[in-house]
């Protein structure tokens, strides 16, 4: 296993739309235990493989306190939603670090994915059964935004994404 590299906005391949995993083979596996061993050193709970400068559409997510709930999407795809709402805490990304935002999302969402087996399995999510399905709601649709090369800072205003993409230049300018 091995820490992955995460890109940081605003690099370009972040807006790079991931391709359909064609076959779920050692190297997919692989893969997604990478993802999950640099998913838990940066602390995160989520990470798309893209952010990892892999265009394939496989995410991890673990919204567990202590990193026992491990779950791993191949190839997913939202095929219901209902309703909006706004989560009360902020929504964050390893790819725009230091930044939080309130961003709307769909409050019940169904998906369907492959496992590491290539098996098909279907999950439904309804954020008002809690805050853990609030979250896990929240993080499936903030993963496969970037899938679709989309970062949660798209849906805010475009002076405030300037204003974070200018703060994120000057940390990348004082830490070379």
Request: proline share 5%; hydrophobic share 35%.
């Amino acid at each position: 296993m091995a820490i992955l590299d995460i890109l940081h906005f605003p690099d370009p391949r972040l807006r790079t739309k991931a391709k359909p995993v064609k076959e779920v083979d050692d190297k997919i596996r692989n893969l997604i235990k990478d993802m999950f061993e640099t998913m838990y050193h940066e602390e995160g709970v989520g990470l798309a493989a893209t952010q990892v400068d892999v265009h394939q559409r496989v995410i991890v997510i673990d919204i567990s306190k202590g990193g026992n709930k491990p779950q791993h999407f191949i190839n997913p795809e939202i095929i219901s939603t209902e309703g909006i709402f706004v989560r009360e805490e902020k929504e964050g990304c390893l790819s725009v670090p230091e930044t939080n935002a309130e961003i709307p999302r769909f409050q019940k969402i169904k998906i369907r994915a492959l496992n590491n087996k290539n098996e098909t399995f279907e999950l439904e999510v309804d954020a008002t059964s809690g805050k853990e399905q609030a979250l896990l709601a929240v993080c499936i649709q903030h993963e496969m935004d970037h899938l679709e090369g989309k970062l949660f800072i798209d849906y805010l205003s475009p002076l405030k994404r300037q204003r974070i993409k200018d703060k994120l230049k000057k940390q990348q300018r004082e830490k070379a």
